[in-house]
């Protein structure tokens, strides 16, 4: 982790030059003309571990893909919503304690990449659309959305009435979508190219600016307390786990969607011979396994393995939810 103290001006500077200099562009840095090979798997699964042994070779693949869209989307839509709440979450924090221009600058190159990250996973969710002989947008219906959710309107609420329960969900997007590139990495010869690209992009800025949620969570942590902000401190880290939890669980159903849909493309009835062995699964094994052993879904669900999240939030005195600690073999 990088600069942790807000009031170090020189640090702050150094890192906003590291930045500046080292950031890619959307469309001249990433090798789109590579296009994506669809017989290629993007992210490592379990599936035995899971629960799924039944299925066949393909299927494997195809599910393989369809996760790892939907963790290109869990991240884009999470970092896409950041831009819609910088007035409240991130201006009016800024503007209650006295913040060096340093850590504005910093702020707004944060939201530039993360609004940037956004785009470059919708860009590969429509290519990939595109690739396997769907509608470029066609997939995005199948995928998490925050836009006009009820995740959204709480988050935004809690914002508003001066909470900060926003930057307990950038941390934890930070921490995961990191976690995540070193998941892909072990099957960086066996998934899809432009997919790996594209996550190690995404990584070396993740990994430049992870720390910013922390400097803005310090500051939040050394203003001049009054009740409500106590009361924050206290209660919004488990708020914004208790708000992210129903959400994601929520847009996780929508693979049953598919159902209802018959386009013509290998990849979707592939996608859709999946579906009677996924109902399959006991709920309650689900359930549980969601919370424990699903890689990625877990993370997103589990805060025990973050230790840097655990570390702010024992600074500030936060309740932390109980939840069995993760047991995933990948
Ligand atoms: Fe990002
Ligand atoms: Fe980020």
């Known amino acids: 982790m990088k600069a942790t103290n807000p009031h170090n001006s020189f640090a702050l500077q150094r890192q906003l030059m590291i930045q500046k200099k ?11 003309e590579m296009g994506i090979d669809q017989t290629k798997p993007l992210v490592p ?3 035995t571990a899971m629960g799924l042994h039944e299925l066949s070779g393909e299927q494997q693949v195809v599910l393989s893909q369809y996760l790892g869209l939907v963790i290109n989307a869990t991240i884009s839509e999470m970092e896409d919503a950041l831009p819609r709440l910088k007035f409240h979450g991130w201006e009016r924090i800024l503007d209650s ?26 860009k590969y969710l429509q290519l990939f659309s595109q690739t396997v002989g769907l509608e470029p947008d066609f997939l995005t219906k199948f995928m ?6 009820r995740f959204q309107k709480i988050i935004t609420k809690n914002a508003q009435a001066g909470g900060h329960a926003f930057w307990w969900i950038v941390a934890l997007t930070e921490e995961v979508s990191i976690k995540i590139f070193h998941e892909i990495d072990t099957i960086k010869d066996e998934c899809d190219p432009l997919f790996y690209h594209l996550h190690r992009l995404h990584l070396e800025e993740e990994s430049r600016h992870a720390n910013y949620a922390y400097l803005m969570l310090e500051i939040i942590r050394s203003r001049p307390q009054n009740f409500k902000r106590m009361y924050a401190k206290r209660m919004d ?24 849909y018959d386009p013509k493309s290998e990849f979707f009835d592939t996608l859709k011979s999946c579906l009677p062995h ?10 549980t396994q969601m919370f424990s052993s699903v890689p990625y879904i877990s993370w997103f669900l589990n805060p025990n393995w973050r230790n840097f999240c655990k570390n702010m939030a024992d600074k500030h005195g936060a309740i932390m939810p109980r939840l069995p600690n993760l047991r995933i073999h990948l």
């Open 45 to 47: 699964v379990d599936f």
């Open 278 to 287: 996924l109902r399959k699964v006991p709920k309650l094994k689900l359930a």
């Open 237 to 260: 880290y488990l708020f914004s786990q208790l708000v992210a939890t129903p959400w994601i669980l929520g847009e996780l159903t929508k693979i049953f969607d598919a159902e209802n």
């Open 144 to 149: 998490p959305r925050t836009y006009g959710s």
């Open 97 to 122: 304690y006295p913040a060096n221009p340093e850590i504005r600058e910093l702020g707004e190159l944060f939201f530039e990449e993360e609004q940037k990250h956004a785009a470059a996973f919708k």
């Open 22 to 32: 080292l950031q890619w562009d959307l469309m001249d840095d990433i090798k789109w």
